[in-house]
């Protein structure tokens, strides 16, 4: 099904043009035209298309360098421009993921708009009413998902949710209240009409729960607003959509199965990946992180993890200077190497680059792909959404809701028992637990791009950013940060139509 699906989307990039300028005009090739749309092989081939938007690096195999934004990596080669991003240099002209991400964002948003739009027009027998809303739905999922990429970092954007032409190009900013209230609209409608069938069972498509659980994602960032004080009514909607997602999925039995090839298909805890396909169809994991060791995590990030009594590294009976990594979090052998990635059994490999904190990104790096270099055939998914997360999710809202209830310590113990962890003992406070859960989601879901969401929602970017002293660049955060420049491209080309974000002026 894998093979299938991503076949059709190399197939896509036949006729899908991207835009390089994000407001530009859509592509004037054949999916543009008027006679392309004449048959639901066409359909399937621009739906494949608005999949593939999500393949960049910003969305994809950059989820590690969006992490060196953070306290958990640097980045020896400033990927995305992240040392000036974390050095306090944020501008409308730092470009790196400043621009890139604003970019291919809506590079997504066109292609999903113009599929939309034709479905819309499309009376072929061969496509039933049913069908047609399951690949709006679809669409609207990938619309959702890159709006919020838009949305937790911009804030106000431009809101198109139609094809771009002459006369429409330039575009006004939308409050972020607005681009909330249409990526909700855009993950309700998901909801209602994907499959309604767990993701691992779906070939590849998003489905209703790959809605729901992104719909989670984005509201437990916007239940903090801009102080980092929950909304309890929001938080609310969290906890509903996560019981609902924690019916149809299951950890997988071993951590790092959701992150190599031959254990990603079917894998009960994956709810929606980016899918890649080899030999045509590749993603630079393991070059990038396990040759190039373009990702390197700090040691601040290293002595997070506990030993395996629970006690954090340097109080436990159990730590050991002289071979730190032993009787540690498992998640810390499986997430971060030291010096070079050893798999055992001899599959070891020898960077060819400087480790510069030490230390290296383990953690979707597949053996069966070594030696890493040039030749190495990444075809590793991109999980995006994966149960996990969701428990870790569902344990943040009800904490803040009801406190630690049963359920939490539940949601929590489930997560640490599959890496042999012992439990939380009883008693906590419902500050002690939120504590526990950050601990918690910084360990589980490291160098997985989420970092960032999490001290910019819980605003406390300053205080920890500005804390770190253990990377190769100084850190240097202000408060306009927690909202981005838009790219001063984008301004100069909206003829004084698209209006600069606070502060950057």
Sequence with gaps: MKKKFITALMLSGLFLGSCNSALDLNPLDQIASDNYFGKKTDFDNALAGVYASLQSEAFSYGMPFRDCLTDNGYNQFNSGSVNEIVGGNLNPTTGGYETGIYNDAYVGIGRANRLIEKLQGYNGSDMNDAEKKNMEAEARFIRAFVYFQLYSIYGEVPLVLTPLSLENQRQPKESAENILKQIRADLDFGIAN??????????????SSSAKALKARVLLFAAYGDKGVPDLAILKEVKDL?????????LSTAFENVFRDATQKNNPEI??????????????????????????????????????DGLPYGE?????????????????????????????GGKIHTPSNPRPTGYGVLKFLDPANLPFGFSTLSQQDAVVLRFAEVLLMYAEAQNEIAGPD???????????????MPGFPAGYTKEKMRE????????????????????????????????????????????????WPLP?????????????????K
Aim: hydrophobic share 35%.
């Design 406 to 420: 049963p359920s939490v310590y539940d949601a929590m113990n489930t997560l640490r028992s599959r890496v042999q």
């Design 194 to 207: 994907l499959a309604a069938k767990p993701y691992f069972n779906n070939g590849g498509h998003a489905t």
């Design 316 to 344: 436990s009976p159990l730590t050991d200077r002289a071979n730190p990594f032993k009787d540690r979090d498992p998640r810390l052998s499986k997430t971060i190497f030291v010096d070079h990635p050893d798999f055992g």
């Design 488 to 504: 001063q491209t984008e301004i100069e080309k909206s003829a004084g139509v698209l209006i600069q974000n606070p502060n950057y």
């Design 436 to 483: 526990r859960i950050r601990h918690e989601r910084r360990v589980e879901l490291a160098f997985e791009g989420l970092r960032h969401y999490d001290l910019i929602r819980w605003h406390i970017a300053g205080e920890v950013l500005n804390a770190v002293k253990d990377s190769k660049v100084p850190y240097h955060f202000e408060d306009k940060f927690y909202r």
């Design 271 to 308: 709810i929606f990946s980016v899918n890649f396909l080899a030999p045509n169809n590749t993603a630079p994991w393991d070059m990038y992180l396990g040759d190039w060791i373009a990702a390197s995590p700090l040691q601040n990030l290293v002595d997070t993890y506990e030993c395996k």
């Design 242 to 250: 996560c019981t609902d997602v924690m019916k149809e999925y299951t």
